[in-house]
């Protein structure tokens, strides 16, 4: 299918010398990787997303979290990326100032070729321990995938013996500081911010595309359905992000 883009878009795009690309799980939706705000389907439909995704949850169910989180990274490792992913990786190398920001835990702009892919949330593929010192374990990869709804009890860190936590970043957390001040700075320094596949629900990563918008960016938001981002966005272009990014990235200087 090809994508249409209003003459002003296309403009920003050819002139852009510094673009951020700000994701959300909607990036990875036609990778098959479920976004969170669609319900929980099959065994796990009787679970909230958003009340899994907690410290309170682990403390109290860590076989039930830990299942949850081993089951989505087993997920992910089939997945492959999409058409989307593999036109923000193809963004780079047209306009080497593009800074990728990712609100998702996968690792699919890595595979897809992106350079550094700054996650916001933390990853799938980073477990740390839970003692005092919260430093990175290692954990089996592949792991064991528990299937859907499986419990799995978390492995003991091979230092302290604590329980090993998924490296996500839970409600009621902070985001790594490195990766906002990254995230901020790109925002607040770009031409051009594409917000893909994000329901900008979640603070304070929602804050990006405004920053951009206030910082003078010209704001594109690809998602097929309205989102309180609308209001931010220069341009709304509703489709997914495999049909429209390769269209967007063809409108970038070489
Ligand atoms: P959501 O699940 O909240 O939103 C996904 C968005 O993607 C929605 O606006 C959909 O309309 C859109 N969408 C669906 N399919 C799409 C496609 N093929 N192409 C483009 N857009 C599509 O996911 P996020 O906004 O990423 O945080 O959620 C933000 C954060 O909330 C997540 O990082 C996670 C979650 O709870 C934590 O776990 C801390």
């Keep these: 299918m090809r994508t249409e883009l209003p003459p002003a878009v296309a403009t920003a795009l050819a002139e852009a010398r510094r673009i951020v690309v700000f994701t959300g799980a909607g990036m990875s939706a036609e990778s098959g990787v479920p976004t969170f705000r669609d319900d929980l389907t099959g065994l796990w439909a009787r679970f909230d997303a958003e009340q899994l995704a907690t410290p309170e949850a682990f403390q109290a169910d860590p076989d039930l979290v830990w299942g949850w989180y081993e089951w989505r990274r087993a997920r992910v490792r089939r997945a492959a990326p999409n ?30 070729g992106s350079r550094a892919p700054v996650h916001l949330h933390g990853s799938l593929f980073a477990p740390r321990c839970t003692g005092a010192a919260a430093h990175p374990a ?19 860190c091979a230092q302290c013996g604590a ?3 998924p490296g996500v970043v839970w409600f009621g957390e902070a985001l790594p500081r490195a990766a906002l001040t990254t995230a901020i700075d790109a ?58 990014l390769p269209a967007l990235v063809a409108a970038a200087q070489r």
């Excluded at 290692?138 to 003991?156: K, Q």
């Excluded at 981002?229 to 992000?241: E, F, H, M, Q, S």
């Design 83 to 112: 058409a989307g992913h593999l036109a923000v990786a193809e963004l780079e190398t047209r306009v080497p100032g593009t800074v990728v920001i990712t609100q998702n835990v996968d690792d699919l702009h890595e595979r897809a």
């Design 187 to 244: 925002a607040s320094d770009c031409d051009v911010l594409l917000t893909v596949g994000t329901s900008g629900m979640v603070y304070p990563a929602a804050e990006i595309p405004r920053i951009a918008m206030l910082t003078g960016a010209t704001v594109i938001q690809v998602n097929p359905d309205p989102t309180p981002l609308d209001a931010v966005c220069a341009a709304n272009l509703r489709g997914t992000a495999a049909q429209v």
């Design 138 to 156: 290692d954990v089996p990869d592949p792991g064991a995938d528990p299937g859907e709804g499986g419990r799995l009890t978390p492995p003991g």
């Design 163 to 165: 329980p090993v936590r």
